[in-house]
């Protein structure tokens, strides 16, 4: 079974360090992977997503990911946090036998401290 | 943003009445899909639809149903509404989801609040 899992409720950084975020899945096939961010009072947007290829992902608002296969984690980092970067995200997995569900992490609360 | 409404944005309702939820998208996307966010959980899929009048059940269907009528509008319906219904729902849509692959773009969220 698909699942997905966000290991910390919250991250707390200062502005002008390098954050990151974790996650980790476990898929039967191979794995889709996504990063969303959820500011206050707002849907999901998506950042980014691992399909294939370089386990490097670049995305939205400088983010990246990197996935890692043997450790089945896919964490998100930024080499630079900003206030604004402040909010929750979520990773969330498909996998090539799942068809239309994704399932979705928890959610980490990101605070970026001034 | 994406061009998905939701409506309403917020409801109060009394236990036991039908409540009906509607999505609508400006983006002619072919897969809708309706999601609960709660505290812990992140979020759950409800239902889904892959084309007008194609729809399917996802991990947390009990109690609620879905219609698709048109290719821009997804209606959830709460046939009778539970305070375990609470929550903040979303929409969401994707262009293809045959394979997976496609991110999802989300509406703003209906919160609901059943006493």
């Known amino acids: 079974a698909q699942s997905v899992a966000q290991p910390e409720d919250q991250v707390n950084v200062a502005e002008g360090n390098p954050l990151t975020v974790k996650c980790t899945y476990s898929?039967?096939?191979?794995?889709?992977l996504f990063w969303y961010v959820q500011y206050p009072n707002r849907g999901l947007q998506f950042l980014l997503k691992y399909i294939t290829g370089d386990n490097l992902v670049k995305g939205s608002y400088g983010f990246e990911a990197e996935f890692n296969k043997s450790q089945t984690s896919f964490h998100l980092k930024k080499p630079s946090a900003l206030v604004s970067d402040s909010a929750l995200y979520f990773c969330a997995v498909r996998d090539e036998t799942g068809g239309f569900k994704t399932i979705f992490g928890a959610g980490t609360r990101l605070f970026v401290k001034a | 943003d994406a061009g998905i409404t939701q409506s309403p944005r917020h409801k109060v309702t009394e236990t036991g009445t039908p409540v009906t939820l509607r999505c609508h998208q400006t983006?002619?996307?072919?897969?809708m899909y309706w999601y609960r966010q709660d505290p812990g959980h992140g979020l759950r899929l409800i239902h889904y639809?892959?084309?007008?009048?194609?729809?399917d059940k996802g991990e947390v269907s009990d109690g609620y149903s879905v219609s698709r009528s048109k290719t821009e509008d997804f209606l959830l319906t709460l046939e009778s509404a539970t305070s375990s219904q609470t929550s903040v729902y979303f929409c969401a849509i994707s262009e293809s989801g045959s394979i997976g692959r496609e991110e999802q773009y989300f509406g703003p969220g209906t919160r609901l609040t059943v006493t």
């Open positions: 639809s892959y084309g007008v009048k194609d729809t």
């Open positions: 898929v039967s096939g191979n794995p889709y």
């Open positions: 983006e002619n996307h072919r897969y």
